[in-house]
């Protein structure tokens, strides 16, 4: 069983200390550092006080021998694209369990066909910060709204679909909504 610590510290830009600082209880950087290069066994609390220091799942802490992972061997910068001095690996950015997926079947206003839309679903008390975003919402007998949120009052959000045309969608007391925050689109 291969850990994928380290590539996930990397990606974060936190150091051995900063890990081990983070876990419950503190622990030192040198304890991380064998876990990471496997001298020393990562046992299943080794993983989720390791996992809860980074911010992510604990199963995003192991990865397959069998399964090549996708790696990060260029970067761009102002002058270009540079290599990496080495490559590293490509974690999907998946902090916690509060992401949804929308996949997009058919091409409306800037989302193509075949797009995925990740987004992070919100209670009420954050529904304010949501004006402009593009959102999901939950409608009665298991039908959603999504779309850019136009307005908001007190028990009610008003939303304006992807597309021309289209006319803003009221939804009372939606028990959540889930922002936008990350699009895939293959090239």
């Not at 999504?146 to 009052?153: H, T, V």
């Not at 803003?168 to 007391?173: A, G, S």
Request: proline share 6%; aromatic share 4%.
């Amino acid at each position: 069983m291969i850990n994928r610590i380290r590539d996930i510290r990397r990606q974060q830009n936190m150091t051995l200390a900063d890990v081990a600082a983070r876990c419950i209880p503190a622990t030192t950087a040198q304890t991380i550092g064998r876990l990471e290069t496997g001298m020393r066994n990562l046992s299943l609390d080794w993983m989720n006080r390791i996992a809860a220091a980074l911010a992510v799942e604990p199963e995003l802490l192991l990865r397959s021998e069998s399964t090549a992972p996708a790696h990060f061997i260029a970067r761009l910068t102002d002058t270009g694209a540079e290599a990496l001095t080495t490559p590293r690996e490509a974690v999907l950015p998946i902090t916690d369990g509060s992401l949804v997926a929308l996949a997009v079947e058919s091409s409306s206003g800037e989302y193509r066909a075949g797009d995925q839309i990740w987004l992070r679903q919100v209670g009420p008390e954050d529904y304010a910060k949501l004006l402009n975003r593009d959102v999901l919402a939950p409608r009665p007998s298991g039908r959603f709204a999504f779309g850019r949120m136009i307005d908001r009052d007190n028990s009610r959000v008003a939303l304006l679909p992807p597309g021309a045309g289209s006319r803003q969608v009221v939804i009372d007391n939606p028990q959540w909504l889930a922002v936008s925050e990350m699009l895939v689109r293959k090239l």
